[in-house]
């Protein structure tokens, strides 16, 4: 998950450097946006060293001049880490006069806060009201605790352990996870169809749709099987990870893994036809000029329809569509015949679509058509994630 962290002008800035890492450490993105008085405490270059998303704090010094969409966009938890009164206070009361509080009022996903300041700018009435105003807006705050604090002071204020602001955070986002105790079958990549030990038919699929589509089904909170075919990428560590060459293999895989998944979702790129025959050895010119001139090619079986074939109440599963053109009535086409609950749509050719990071896409349904223009392959991925966590077949049997 991308987790998008908010530093803003207080003696605890530094700790979120450490909790930079603890969120690295487990396996997540962070982007960092700072306030101007932040960078007072602890210089933008530091967290630059750390993050490995964006770090900024300009409306208008980043050559996206709407970076606080974008930021708000990326993000799948938005955390200020340490939160002034202040700010709390701006964003309390809807103001946006910076790149951090613009970012606060244009996002969607789960918001945290962990204020921390002097005790009787903690106590006060003011910020006091402000924290509940957030809190009640939907706001998760992490407390800060008693103790000694910068000032000299001896009160509540101070920012908690940052491996504990970590875990908060982490706990706060699965307990809203829309498809936890779900599972996810996604089939990835391309099959290799053997013509003899060392050539094949194969295609060029990357494996990146199934990638960001293994990501956001675990960001979302299921548990992911993943059948791939031989990619040049790792996926996330957390999915189950099967490996196949061919299509056959992919089809007896997913077969095996359909009936305990909910969703299945098909981005493999499978070869729909195969060597009649693997031949052994190398085919060599002059001896098997014959095999070499004409290779009879056979059917491969189609993954998609055989899972639907399968398919029993309450389960979904999703295909994709590569067209170069007519694509939306091509989805809806292959959506009645293969028998699926979804087609992602993909324009492809002319250098779109294959191996490349974004690509034009609409989301087809037996409801109708959502058209998410050109998006990177990250956010389509998120959109049928979003789409199936909404799913009344999917919602509907949740435990
Ligand atoms: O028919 P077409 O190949 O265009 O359909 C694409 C969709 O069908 C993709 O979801 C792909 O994973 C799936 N498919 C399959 N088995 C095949 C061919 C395609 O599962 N043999």
Known sequence: ???????????????????????????????????????????????????????????????????????????????????????????????????????ALACTCPFIVAPAMNVHMYDSAATQENLRTLEERGAFLIRPEEGYLACGDNGRGRFPDPEAVVQMTLEHMAEDLPLVGKRILITSGPTLEPVDEVRFISNRSSGKMGACLVQAALDAGAEVEIVSG????????????????????????????????????????????????????????????????????????????????????????????AETEDVVEQAREKLARKGADMILANLVGQGRGFGRDESEAWIVTEEGVTELGCRSKKEIAKAILELLSLNRAVEGDRA
């Open 1 to 103: 998950m991308r987790i998008l962290i908010g530093v803003t002008g207080c003696i605890a800035a530094y700790k979120a450097c450490e909790v930079i890492r603890g969120f690295q450490k487990a396996g997540h993105e962070v982007s960092v946006v700072l306030t101007e008085s932040a960078k007072e405490f602890v210089g933008e270059a530091t967290f630059r060293a750390l993050a490995d998303g964006r770090v900024c704090s300009s409306l208008f010094a980043d050559e996206d001049p709407i970076p606080h969409i974008a930021l708000a966009r990326e993000a799948d938890a938005f955390l200020i880490a340490p939160c002034t009164a202040n700010v709390a206070a701006k964003i309390a009361h809807g103001i946006a006069d910076d790149l951090l509080t613009s970012t």
């Open 230 to 321: 031989p990619v040049p990428l790792s996926y996330d560590g957390r999915a189950k990870i099967r490996f196949v060459e061919t299509a056959q293999e992919m089809m007896e895989a997913a077969k095996e893994a359909f009936p305990e998944s909910d969703i299945a979702i098909c981005a493999a790129a499978v070869s729909d036809m195969r060597p009649a025959r693997a031949h052994e050895g190398k085919l060599k010119k002059g001896r098997d000029d014959d095999a070499l001139g004409a290779i009879e090619l056979v059917q491969n079986p189609d993954i998609l329809s055989g899972l639907c074939q399968m398919k029993r109440a309450g389960q979904v599963v999703v295909g994709f569509a």
